[in-house]
C-alpha cells in the first residue's frame, strides 16, 4: 500500500503495513539551518583537506537523517501503544 499524508512541514511516505516500511520527509527550520551554518563555519576553520571536510560532513547529514527518522518513528510509535491502550481501557480523565 502506498500512500502520502502530509503538508509544507512534512511528507510521510506509507509503503507497507509496519513502522519499517515508512519514509518520512521532514522540512527544517530556519532555525535548523543558522545551526548548519555556524557548523559549517566551524568546520571550514578547522585544518583539514577537503576530502576530509567532505567526509565529515556526509557523516553528519547521515546521522541527522538517522536522527530524525529514529525520532519520527518513535513518537509514532508511542502514539500507536497509546491508542491501543485506550482502545483497551476507555478513556480515563
Known amino acids: 500500500m502506498n500512500r502520502k ?4 512541514e512534512a511528507l510521510i511516505l506509507f509503503q507497507g503495513d509496519n513502522l519499517a516500511d515508512v519514509k518520512v520527509d521532514i522540512s527544517r527550520t530556519a ?3 543558522a545551526v548548519a551554518q555556524r557548523l559549517s563555519e566551524y568546520i571550514h576553520s578547522l585544518p583539514i583537506d577537503k576530502a576530509q571536510n567532505d567526509e565529515l560532513v556526509a557523516l553528519m547529514v547521515d546521522q541527522v537523517k538517522v536522527a ?4 519520527f518513528l518513535f513518537g ?3 502514539g500507536m501503544d497509546l ?11
Open 5 to 8: 499524508v502530509g503538508n509544507k
Open 31 to 33: 532555525e535548523f539551518y
Open 68 to 71: 530524525e527518522l529514529g525520532g
Open 76 to 78: 509514532l510509535q508511542l
Open 83 to 93: 491508542k491501543a491502550a485506550i482502545g483497551r481501557e476507555g478513556v480515563r480523565q
